[in-house]
């Protein structure tokens, strides 16, 4: 099946799971639910506006790279509200599809994806786009099969560690998508490009690392898999030697696992949390210092000013 193919409306709606309806433009519930996804400001702009800049990137070129992430990134929103089914977004907003039913959500977010891929003009850049999406999809629908198995299947922590890499690919998959958006429109020397953009995908797993972290009672109330998680598994509380290591390792469910380590092991885990948590932070200002200094030119630095946001991704 072809990337294109296996993109289309239908399929992907299939493949998550979203009910199968049909965008109407002449809805008022539709041009409201569009309007509601679109309305969030989009918080990669403060990082990728230098590094457009420092890639030459015409104005026109950079007004739509912003504005196709804009519309990708709402898409993505109202994907994710539905998979989730949570009361609010992860900013706190209310979940598009509480507000206007999933038929509904689902249609327009997939509408806004096809307008976002309609918007880049370059064919090679947009197949690059495609095939970011598809691995996005993918990993969607991977983690909502971990998710529904997670009571009963009994993984060992090495294929439980595989499956948290292929659906970590989701976040990475949209840096990826970012950059494919930014090296289209390069007019710079291409090696001042190459760093940054790995720098870019260090960030979105730091920031992916980052999340699991402060979201680690919700991952367990939601049967997530999360990166936490394993190293919970690969390397749980305890001194070594220790009972709990044989519950880690059981041929048990691995959620049940986590929940007996959780029970007998809760402060030590948060004192584990609280350490990584600081440790995240400190790596993700030496990856943003690192960033502005490639925009830069400069190689050195000891404390550059990092003037980016922070917060919800």
Same mark, same amino acid.
């Given at each position: 099946?072809?990337?294109?193919?296996?993109?289309?409306?239908?399929?992907?709606?299939?493949?998550?799971?979203?009910? &199968?309806?049909?965008? @109407? /433009?002449?809805? +008022?519930?539709?041009?409201?639910?569009?309007?509601?996804? *679109?309305? %969030?400001?989009?918080s990669?702009?403060?990082?990728?506006?230098?590094?457009?800049?420092?890639?030459?990137?015409?104005?026109?070129?950079q007004?739509?790279?912003?504005?196709?992430?804009?519309?990708?990134?709402?898409a993505?929103?109202?994907?994710?509200?539905?998979?989730?089914?949570?009361?609010?977004?992860?900013?706190?907003?209310?979940?598009?599809?509480?507000?206007?039913g999933?038929?509904?959500?689902?249609?327009?977010?997939?509408?806004?994806?096809?307008r976002?891929?309609?918007?880049?003009?370059?064919?090679r850049t947009?197949?690059?786009?495609?095939?970011?999406?598809?691995?996005?999809?993918?990993?969607?629908?991977?983690?909502? &099969?971990?998710?529904r @198995? /997670?009571?009963? +299947?009994?993984?060992?922590?090495?294929?439980?560690?595989? *499956?948290? %890499?292929r659906?970590?690919?989701?976040?990475?998959?949209?840096?990826?998508l970012?950059?494919?958006?930014?090296?289209?429109?390069w007019?710079?020397?291409?090696?001042?490009?190459n760093?940054?953009?790995?720098?870019?995908?260090?960030?979105?797993?730091?920031?992916?690392?980052?999340?699991?972290?402060?979201?680690f009672?919700?991952?367990?109330?939601?049967?997530?898999?999360?990166?936490?998680?394993?190293?919970?598994?690969?390397?749980?509380?305890?001194?070594?030697g220790?009972?709990?290591?044989?519950?880690?390792?059981?041929?048990?469910?691995?959620?049940?696992?986590l929940?007996?380590?959780?029970?007998?092991?809760?402060?030590?885990?948060?004192?584990?949390?609280?350490?990584?948590?600081?440790?995240?932070?400190?790596?993700?200002?030496?990856? *943003?210092?690192?960033?502005?200094?490639?925009?830069?030119?400069?190689?050195?630095?000891?404390?550059?000013?990092?003037p980016?946001?922070?917060?919800?991704?």
């Open positions: 099946m072809s990337v294109t193919r296996e993109l289309s409306d239908s399929d992907i709606a299939r493949l998550l799971e979203l009910p &199968a309806t049909t965008w @109407v /433009a002449s809805s +008022a519930e539709h041009q409201r639910c569009v309007r509601y996804l *679109l309305a %969030r400001p989009l990669v702009e403060p990082i990728i506006r230098p590094i457009m800049g420092a890639g030459a990137v015409p104005a026109a070129g007004q739509r790279i912003l504005s196709t992430l804009r519309l990708f990134r709402a993505v929103r109202g994907i994710d509200d539905l998979l989730d089914r949570s009361d609010a977004e992860p900013s706190g907003r209310i979940a598009a599809w509480r507000l206007f999933a038929a509904t959500t689902a249609s327009s977010a997939l509408h806004l994806w096809r976002s891929l309609e918007s880049v003009p370059n064919l947009r197949s690059a786009v495609l095939a970011e999406s598809a691995c996005m999809v993918r990993s969607a629908r991977l983690e909502g &099969a971990v998710r @198995v /997670a009571g009963t +299947a009994a993984l060992p922590v090495p294929r439980l560690a595989g *499956l948290e %890499r659906i970590r690919d989701k976040e990475w998959a949209y840096w990826r970012v950059a494919a958006l930014i090296r289209g429109e007019r710079a020397a291409s090696h001042r490009w760093p940054i953009a790995g720098l870019l995908i260090r960030l979105a797993d730091n920031w992916q690392r980052t999340d699991d972290v402060h979201d009672e919700e991952d367990l109330g939601e049967r997530r898999l999360s990166s936490l998680v394993v190293d919970l598994l690969r390397r749980p509380p305890g001194r070594g220790d009972p709990v290591a044989a519950v880690a390792s059981a041929p048990a469910p691995w959620l049940g696992r929940e007996v380590l959780v029970e007998t092991h809760g402060a030590e885990l948060d004192r584990r949390r609280e350490s990584l948590s600081r440790s995240l932070e400190c790596e993700q200002s030496r990856i *943003l210092a690192a960033i502005q200094c490639q925009v830069a030119g400069i190689r050195d630095f000891h404390s550059p000013s990092l980016y946001l922070q917060g919800e991704h």
